[in-house]
């Protein structure tokens, strides 16, 4: 049996009325490549989110996009029934095609029926928060959410979702949702290199909005920074932790789901993520995006 740590980095934050941990895990990597098909090894996929729970965290971030399918199954296989302290997070938005394209599916039937194939493989009667997927895969683009966001609003008045979120949208789209609803989460692009969001960032913590980075160490393309580099080496510390360890410091309403198909990788992301970060540290970090 794991080890939990003491406590994850970060504490816990409140998505509405759901408690979660600061440090969560994002499923996305546990399907085939390009987030298409099978795992190469499905039992070391399992490993890895029986590993999360016992370890402590309770934000599993997922779609029934991946894989198709593929990420929600697996997540029942590995957890189901799951703990109460568990909170499963998903969004729709978008599907797949056989070319492994993420076409935009926001029409008020596609999510309905999104919605619906979400509860199905989870094998849950309502989901605890649904993040409405907008923009494409270029990122966030401008135009009206209000359909898309309303259907899902229905959808929530219906009792089978708790809490919404958007993610991939711009600032204008969030004013817009919370308009019409209230959100609990914003999913956006950022880490160190990206900081497009720094203002929005800090005017979702004044509402008491969480914000949830994807990408959180670059993407398909790891972060490059000299600056990241040398505070490594001070730190005697891998340069992606320092980038976790940053995120946390950042704002406090900041979510981290990095994911893993090793559980190995899955600790050591949890330890990076507790580095302590001087003044000095924080300093030269934050003039990378800048």
Not at 121 to 135: A, E, I, M, P, T
């Amino acid at each position: 049996m794991s080890t939990p740590f003491p406590s994850l980095p970060g504490g816990t934050w409140a998505l509405g009325d759901l408690a979660v941990t600061r440090f969560g895990y994002g499923a996305m990597q546990l399907a085939g490549p390009w987030v298409m098909g099978p795992p190469a090894d499905r039992e070391s996929a399992l490993a890895v989110l029986r590993e999360a729970v016992a370890l402590g965290i309770t934000h599993i971030d997922t779609s029934d996009a991946y894989g198709p399918r593929v990420t929600n199954e697996l997540i029942h296989e590995a957890l189901h029934p799951y703990p109460e302290s568990l909170h499963v997070v998903t969004k729709v938005g978008a599907t797949r095609d056989e070319q492994g394209g993420w076409p935009t599916a926001r029409r008020p039937g596609d999510l309905r029926r999104q919605v619906h194939d979400n509860l199905k493989s989870l094998r849950l009667d309502v989901l605890d928060l649904v993040n409405l997927r907008l923009g494409n895969a270029e990122g966030p683009q401008p135009g009206s959410l209000a359909e898309a966001f309303e259907t899902l609003v229905e959808l929530q008045q219906q009792g089978l979702i708790r809490h919404l979120g958007i993610s991939n949208a711009t600032e204008e789209q969030v004013t817009e949702a919370q308009s019409i609803a209230p959100i609990v989460c914003v999913q956006n692009m950022y880490n160190l290199a990206h900081r497009h969001d720094d203002k929005l960032i800090d005017r979702l913590a004044a509402d008491g909005v969480a914000y949830v980075p994807f990408f959180p160490l670059g993407g398909f393309t790891p972060l490059q920074s000299s600056a990241l580099s040398a505070v490594a080496a001070r730190l005697e510390a891998p340069r992606m932790s320092v980038a976790l360890a940053w995120l946390l410091h950042r704002s406090p309403n900041i979510l981290l789901i990095p994911g893993t198909s090793s559980t190995a990788h899955l600790r050591q992301n949890i330890a990076g993520a507790g580095l302590s970060l001087s003044h000095e540290d924080l300093t030269e970090l934050d003039d990378i995006g800048r």
